[in-house]
């Protein structure tokens, strides 16, 4: 499978911190996103990283991509209690599959 | 929601019945795509759209066919609905492919198969 695994699975922090998550993939990519998920709700694009891209910033997010290591890590910092939700990475392999590879998330929990 | 809608939303069926889902976008989006999201799995690809009557399989196609007679619509049907299609299905667009933009995600659609 090419899917991409997230690390934790879980994670609660306090309101305040920053929070990390971090995945890593088999194949080698075009560009990797990261999404979020509310609860019983759809996906949210937050950030795409192209695969010779090493960080991209988007206001309070931070990701880094390590193409030799095959791994990505997305730093939230100052984390709000809104930020809770499931944190989804996403591969494109540019195999021209016009798919992406969906991780099984970090399901992150911050605490007011 | 980026002008997706699924419908409906919710929805309870027996074994071996058939089922079409409907995805619905107004950004006129040449990509569409169906998802189903399980537990320990994530989101996997079913099938997708890259125009008008043009459709691929994903991952997962199985038991499960779609069609795109109109730019604007996306149908998912399950042939002969199996336990293991109880899912949540999710409809995704983009104006390409994966490897140049973002995907905007509906609402999703909780389907029981009993």
């Known amino acids: 499978s090419q899917q991409g695994e997230e690390d934790p699975q879980a994670l609660s922090i306090q309101e305040g911190e920053n929070a990390t998550m971090n995945c890593s993939y088999k194949?080698?990519?075009?560009?990797l996103q990261w999404y979020r998920q509310n609860s019983g709700r759809g996906l949210v694009h937050l950030i795409l990283?192209?695969?010779?891209?090493r960080e991209k910033h988007s206001g309070r997010l931070r990701v880094t991509l390590d193409t030799s290591k095959k791994s990505s890590s997305l730093l939230i910092t100052a984390s709000r209690a809104a930020d809770t939700a499931s944190y989804f990475c996403a591969t494109d392999p540019g195999t021209g599959a016009n798919n992406l590879f969906f991780g099984t998330g970090t399901r992150l929990t911050v605490i007011p | 929601d980026a002008g997706i809608t699924q419908s409906p939303r919710h929805k309870v069926t027996e074994t071996g019945t058939p089922v079409t889902l409907r995805c619905h976008q107004t950004e006129n989006h040449r990509y569409m795509y169906w998802y189903r999201q399980d537990p320990g799995h994530g989101l996997r690809l079913i099938h997708y759209?890259?125009?008008?009557?043009?459709?691929d399989k994903g991952e997962v196609s199985d038991g499960y066919s779609v069609s795109r007679s109109k730019t604007e619509d996306f149908l998912l049907t399950l042939e002969s609905a199996t336990s293991s299609q109880t899912s949540v299905y999710f409809c995704?667009?983009?104006?390409?492919?994966?490897?140049?933009?973002?995907?905007?995600f509906g609402q999703g659609t909780r389907l029981t198969v009993v």
């Open positions: 759209s890259y125009g008008v009557k043009d459709t």
């Open positions: 995704a667009i983009s104006t390409s492919g994966p490897s140049n933009t973002e995907a905007f």
């Open positions: 194949t080698s990519i075009n560009n």
């Open positions: 990283i192209r695969s010779n891209e």
